[in-house]
């Protein structure tokens, strides 16, 4: 006999396409990743720490808040260190919600708000993005309803690319003082969009990062909340003691002391291969959506025989239907060198179906 909650039963797990990746094989632009593996000083305390006999003890993460919270810019006390920031996006939803409440997940968007709402049986409300107008301002506001309790917002948001504005969000968490207004900055290092400074002033606003994306240590799985004194202690209550593994702690310290090499990245990412894609795609004809990320939705009338030939080229992509189920493919932006290896492969899949 079943014995666990009907609706957990009847939910279906998320499940994200990773068998067969391997960065030996491919170039992957499926998942948003860093494309270039960690530096060398990440790799020597991983390797330094696994050689010192210290695995047998339980983590202790010593004055990690701290290192984090001065890189955001905010208190100790107003961050927490979390599992990936999947895991700070399931302890906010399960810490501001009851089932039957309203959750309020402007779509499509990443998966796991959606799973995390149903896993606690919340009635879900999803205005929809669109390309020509962005962020659909107008429809959370006009579901914000007395028994809302969690909007959840990924700015810039996946797989759209689409950001919202300071003052856009402002508005929200004004509306709804009675919910918690989630904002996901998990691309903030590529967009440079923040409402970090704002913990103080709205109660009601909790952040979520990560160290998955731009600092390219998705396998760590270390994210982190951001929120007021009072909100980080709550959720301290939730989180367990040892939910981050201490490799996690000891990669970050590294990557942390030696930023340069991220900042590198994410300077080639945003202002040499996304411009060169965008302009590939413009000159092409292919719909895409304006993006602060770095990914680009695309909407390439061919896009499974591009896909295909992507593919065969060794190069991975995230095809993605929109809320009219049209296909487009979400492409991470990488090295300037991928980037033209990439445009390259899908101009002859153009050239081809043209002819
Ligand atoms: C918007 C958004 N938030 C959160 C995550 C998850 O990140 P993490 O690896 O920190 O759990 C992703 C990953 O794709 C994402 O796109």
Redesign the pocket.
């Known amino acids: 006999m079943a014995t666990f909650k009907k609706h957990i039963h009847a939910m279906t797990a998320y499940k994200p396409p990773l068998d067969g990746r391997d960065p030996q094989r491919h170039t992957l632009l499926d ?2 990743e860093r494309t270039i593996p960690v530096s060398q000083p990440v790799i020597d305390a991983l390797v330094e720490y696994v050689q010192s006999g210290r695995l047998q003890m339980y983590p202790a993460y010593g004055d990690i808040d701290q290192l984090i919270a001065d890189y955001c810019g905010v208190k100790a006390e107003q961050v927490m260190i ?8 399931d302890l906010i939803i399960r810490s501001s919600c009851e089932a039957g409440d309203q959750a309020i997940i402007p779509s499509p ?2 998966a ?1 708000y959606h799973q995390c709402a149903k896993i606690e049986n919340l009635d879900i409300i999803e205005p929809t993005y669109t390309r020509e107008e962005g962020f659909p301002l107008q429809g959370v506001l006009e579901a914000i309803s007395p028994k809302t309790r969690v909007i959840c917002i ?1 700015n810039p ?2 797989p759209s690319g689409t950001s919202l504005s300071r003052e856009a969000i402002a508005q929200i968490l004004t509306a709804a003082p009675h919910a918690t207004v989630l904002i ?1 900055e ?2 903030f290092e590529y967009s440079g969009l923040t409402v970090c400074d704002w913990v103080d002033q709205y109660p009601n606003l909790v952040i ?1 990062r ?4 731009t600092w390219g240590v ?1 396998a760590l ?3 982190l909340v951001i929120s007021c004194k009072a909100n980080i202690q709550a959720l301290l209550n939730v989180r367990g003691p040892y939910d981050i593994n201490q490799l996690a702690i000891v990669g970050i310290r590294a990557a942390l002391a030696n930023p340069e090499y991220t900042q590198q990245y994410v300077r080639e990412v945003m202002t040499q291969s996304k411009p060169m894609l965008e302009a590939f795609l413009a000159s092409a004809d292919i719909p895409f959506w304006p993006s602060d990320a770095n990914y680009i939705w695309c909407f390439p009338k061919a896009h499974e025989r591009i896909n295909q030939a992507l593919i065969a080229a060794g190069i991975l992509v995230r095809p993605k239907a929109d809320a009219n189920g049209d296909i487009g493919l979400r492409v991470t932006l990488g090295t300037l060198e991928q980037t033209q290896v990439l445009i390259s492969v899908m101009q002859q899949a153009l050239t081809e179906s043209e002819g």
């Open positions: 998942f948003n979390t599992n990936g920031s999947d895991q700070g996006i968007s990443f796991m990924a948001n996946n996901d998990c691309y979520t990560t160290f998955s994306k998705p799985r270390i994210g």
